[in-house]
């Protein structure tokens, strides 16, 4: 069959009213739960799994790719409009889509997020329909020694994550590094840090930190000004993007497109490690990277793209090898199973119509993401309005349930309120959170791979030179090292000559 | 030597990076170390937490040596660090609170104390609006968590 | 002399068992008069959720209550197991867990709860069918190849695992110290990876119940299957008890328990239940799909089973020197 007639097949599959409203009940449910940051699609997918086993495969399957979408986007919409990320990924989306929240200007920040989120969902899907066999094998290229190159460089751009000081957004990220030691290490068995209590042997929540660090920080920073009345959002300008917005959000979105869908193919690392560098590689070609922490369109449409992008693609290792790249696939991948149906090579040929089917949910998810977020940015935008004294109870209450809710757990409730304290004292020293949480997750990840790779190499450090892609990740980073000091150096000259 | 305001930011948090730091490479010594070719699980902990006392030490000594004028970045004139005790205090006791209340006084009790600890400011001067912003948050939580998605969370004491 | 009071109590004796008995019928009777919680204690999607959340709606159905299932993940199963260990034995509470937590980890790292006196089995549910492979491009077709490898290249064959300390590390372990040669671990965060770098070569070796899709496409060589019986999906396959090292039996169980003290009358109807829905056959087809066959055992037979792995499990743990530093 020839790939037209495939994808019409999907389709026919797909485009049922019967599906499109399991699509549409799925990507609502996930939107509602979405919001509670910590209850991403994981646990909602974990939750409303039963339900879909009396569904026929195709149709449960686009419910729960409903849910995933669903979910995922919604953390980006409070991510924007609250300081509060629902999901890893969507961290990077406070750092410019707050302010501009701030600033009266959530409406556009929303819907170009939608627009970037819909647009790298379309490329992303046509990626996984034509190219799927031949890029599953380019994630099994990479080898420990490789991840820990890559991973380095990562940590490298760190510090472009802000504008404070190099010396000081390079201690953050290795503060975060730090972190992510607590807990089990892998290589040995050994507990790190656990201060006796069982609590801590899996590491440190990433959600406790994430809500600590930036949504309880923030409202506790700014119920304590309240008294100078400072107000959440300055008058809303419109709802819609302007001209200008669109102009410069494009090259953007572009570019984050392609990196998520490049990222999105490596098991483990890809969604998270795209948004990040992709909101980096936008401050470093802006023609005025100041603008950024402050409201910089381009801070949200890069990654929300580089991040969505990145969710699809993170499909194929599954889809066609059946490697599960991260939790939420290796749950879709259960359901599959119980259903019936073996994810892997076999896949393509033994169940076309399934995975037809599946490519053609996916993007049917995407545009019933884009049919429901889009006129839901006029609710979201009125909720704004409402006086912050009124709002930020509700944040607070939200963020205690999601963080709890990932494990049951109390102790992650109190490990959050830790990281408020400390997000606060951080916030009011020019200490930026967003390299800590970057260093958080990678940190684990570069030592895991550079044990494993010396491992394998039986004690051989000439190994992180001698595999090709490893090598090219040096380099990689050396250059950027020398590329990020010097805008940084000159950065500095512009601000001491113009104070 | 006078402190420029600018200043006391940074040699505070260079201070407490290099405590931090401190820390690290004490409580991470005591697991064993090995060798840079065969880590062992101190390892790495050690050097990252060397890296971060060192980079404290530097950025509080360099605040030091910053001179009148040469204050990088906005800081200058922005006035004290605000600690907000009060906000801070209340709103901490919000979270810890529901996580003492959650497990055995259940959910609606949970939230009520983070509503009343976060909204310290108005309960005398605009307490209906409190009661009102609570009921509301116990109301979408409990419809959404308990009965809507199945949490295996009491609502009320056990 | 016997007095009229001291009859009474002589007279009633015999009767005693009986009403005793029919108390305890009655306990069971009227269970479950609420919501009973489920404790697995791995995160939603991993470990024993999987079949937790496959069996469930079958209970929930045969005893007409919600079944509340309660993921409480963390230090290797340990809070989960604790937290169902010290729960109220009223029957509303119960534990569903992958084996390792009661006969592995105790015996690696502290825990708070004695795995053989705080909980009670109620029946053991299914048992991961743990299947040795390679990675193709060797020239290992059967066992022997595989241990003659490694005899030749002492120090140079990796097998993957899912972690220190986990059944897929211990099962390959066995082999070792049953073969005598040297291969070397390489410790993984969760199969998944292990998986990935199995299929790039950079492990040469991998024990696993999920991994038919693999074989089938050919990604993967199966070259033996633990224990020492057949797997229906893998008729090929020999068993190590077949290929000469019935020593190599991976104890990879899924099974339900109640906290001690739970009323017996209470445990055996559960037991009943969970039996039945285990050996239902759309039950079967769906479990094979995971690779895991079910294993409907009673109390009895399962608290054998889990002594005999505690012993097992132990030993290879000592003799393989197995520690988390």
Not at chain 1, 70 to 88: D, F, I, K, R
Not at chain 1, 390 to 408: D, E, H, R
């Amino acid at each position: 069959m020839s790939v037209v007639d495939n994808i019409a097949l999907g389709f026919s599959v797909a485009v049922t009213p019967q599906n499109f409203l399991y699509c549409l009940a799925g990507a609502f449910l996930g939107t509602l739960v979405g919001v509670f940051p910590g209850l991403g699609p994981v646990t909602t997918i974990a939750m409303l799994l039963p339900f879909t086993f009396k569904l026929p495969a195709v149709a449960s399957l686009i419910m729960l790719s409903g849910i995933y979408y669903g979910a995922h986007h919604s953390g980006s919409t409070t991510a924007v409009m609250l300081n509060m990320p629902g999901e890893p990924t969507s961290v990077v989306i406070c750092i410019d889509g707050h302010p501009m929240a701030r600033q009266g200007r959530a409406g556009p920040a929303l819907a170009i997020a939608a627009l970037a989120s819909f647009f790298a969902g379309c490329v992303a899907v046509v990626i996984i329909a034509f190219f799927s066999p031949p890029l599953a094998s380019v994630g099994l290229m990479f080898g420990p020694a490789d991840y820990a190159s890559l991973i380095v460089m990562a940590l490298v751009t760190a510090s472009a994550l802000s504008s404070e000081s190099l010396i000081t957004t390079t201690a953050m990220a290795a503060l975060g590094v730090l972190l992510g030691t607590v807990g089990t290490d892998v290589n040995s068995g050994t507990i790190r840090f656990d201060f006796g209590r069982s609590a801590l042997d899996d590491g440190v929540s990433f959600v406790a930190a994430a809500v600590g660090l930036f949504a309880f920080a923030d409202v506790i920073t700014h119920v304590g000004a309240l008294h100078e009345r400072v107000p959440l959002s300055a008058k809303i300008t419109g709802l819609l993007p302007t001209r200008a917005d669109l102009k410069a959000s494009t090259p953007a979105i572009l570019r984050g497109t392609a990196i998520g869908s490049a990222f999105g193919i490596l098991p483990g690392t890809g969604p998270l490690i795209s948004s990040f560098a992709s909101y980096v590689m936008e401050r470093q070609l802006a023609k005025d990277p100041s603008r950024f922490g402050k409201g910089a369109i381009e801070g949200v449409a890069g990654p929300e793209a580089a991040n969505n992008a990145a969710a699809l693609t993170h499909f194929i290792p599954m889809l066609t090898l059946g490697i599960p790249a991260g939790a939420a696939n290796a749950l879709l991948m259960g359901a599959l199973i119980i259903q019936g149906i073996a994810p892997g090579p076999l896949l393509i040929e033994q169940h076309a119509d399934l995975f037809w089917g599946v490519v053609a949910s996916m993007w049917i998810g995407n545009l019933m993401l884009l049919v429901l977020n889009l006129p839901l940015v006029g609710i979201w935008v009125r909720l704004l309005a409402i006086p912050y004294r009124v709002l930020y109870p509700a944040v607070l209450v939200f963020c205690c349930i999601g963080v709890y809710s990932v494990s049951n757990a109390t102790f992650d409730l109190y490990l959050a309120a830790v990281f408020a304290f400390a997000g606060f004292i951080f916030k009011q020293l020019d200490c930026s959170p967003a390299p800590l949480i970057l260093g958080l997750v990678l940190g684990p990840m570069l030592e895991e791979n550079t044990r494993r790779a010396l491992l394998l190499s039986r004690g051989d450090f000439t190994v992180f030179l001698t595999e090709p892609i490893s090598l090219a990740m040096l380099i990689l980073a050396v250059v950027l090292v020398f590329v990020f000091s010097r805008s940084a150096f000159r950065d500095r000259q512009a601000r001491l000559a113009n104070p | 030597m006078r402190l420029r305001i600018g200043d006391a930011r940074r040699l505070t948090s260079g201070l407490l990076f290099l405590t931090i730091g401190g820390f690290g490479m004490i409580y991470g010594a005591r697991y064993r170390m090995g060798s840079a070719t065969h880590m062992g699980p101190g390892y790495f902990p050690f050097a990252v937490a060397a890296l971060i006392a060192l980079l404290g030490a530097v950025s509080a000594a360099t605040s030091l040596r910053t001179e009148i004028g040469q204050v990088e970045g906005p800081e200058g004139g922005r006035g004290p660090i605000q600690w907000h005790i009060v906000p801070l205090l209340c709103i901490l006791a919000g979270v810890v609170a529901f996580g003492l209340l959650i497990e055995h006084a259940g959910l609606v009790l949970a939230i009520a104390a983070v509503v009343i600890l976060g909204c310290y400011q108005r309960l005398l001067t605009r307490p209906l609006e409190v009661l009102a912003i609570g009921l509301v948050l116990i109301a979408i939580a409990v419809a959404l968590f308990i009965h809507g998605l199945g949490m295996p969370w009491h609502a009320f004491p056990a | 002399m016997l007095s009229r009071r001291s009859l009474v109590p002589l007279l009633a004796a015999p009767l005693l068992p009986r009403l005793a008995g029919r108390a305890w019928a009655d306990e069971a009777a009227g269970f479950p008069e609420h919501s009973i919680r489920m404790i697995v204690p791995y995160p939603p999607g991993g470990g024993g959720d999987a079949i937790a959340r496959v069996v469930s709606p079958k209970l929930q159905e045969a005893l007409g209550q919600t079944i509340v299932i309660d993921n409480r993940p963390g230090a290797g199963a340990s809070i989960g197991t604790d937290l169902a260990a010290k729960a109220p034995p009223d029957g509303y509470t119960i534990l569903e867990t992958p084996g390792a937590a009661l006969t592995v980890n105790p015996q690696l790292m502290k825990v708070p709860y004695d795995p053989v006196r705080d909980l009670m089995p109620v029946a053991m549910l299914t048992r991961a069918v743990m299947v040795f492979v390679v990675n193709p491009k060797l020239p290992i077709q059967t066992v022997q190849d595989l241990v003659a490898y490694a005899k030749a290249n002492p120090g140079k064959f990796n097998f993957g695992s899912a972690g220190n300390g986990t059944i897929t590390q211990l099962s390959w372990e066995m082999l070792k110290l049953a073969s005598g040669t040297d291969m070397v671990h390489v410790p993984y965060k969760g199969s998944g990876p292990a998986i990935n770098d199995l299929m790039g070569g950079r492990v040469q070796g991998v024990v696993e119940s999920v991994l038919l899709p693999y074989i089938r496409a050919g990604q993967m060589r199966a070259v033996a299957v633990g224990g020492d019986k057949r797997w229906q999906s893998l008729p090929d396959v020999p068993t190590m008890a077949e290929a000469g090292y019935p020593s190599v039996r991976p104890s990879a169980w899924y099974g339900v328990f109640a906290p001690r003290g739970t009323p017996p009358a209470i445990v055996t109807k559960l037991s009943a239940l969970f039996r039945k829905i285990v050996s239902a056959p759309e039950m079967a087809e769906k479990l094979d799909g995971i690779g895991m066959v079910p294993e409907p055992l009673d109390s009895e037979d399962f608290a054998k089973v889990i002594r005999d792995d505690i012993e097992t499990n132990g030993k290879v743990i000592r003799e393989a020197h197995i520690t988390l530093d």
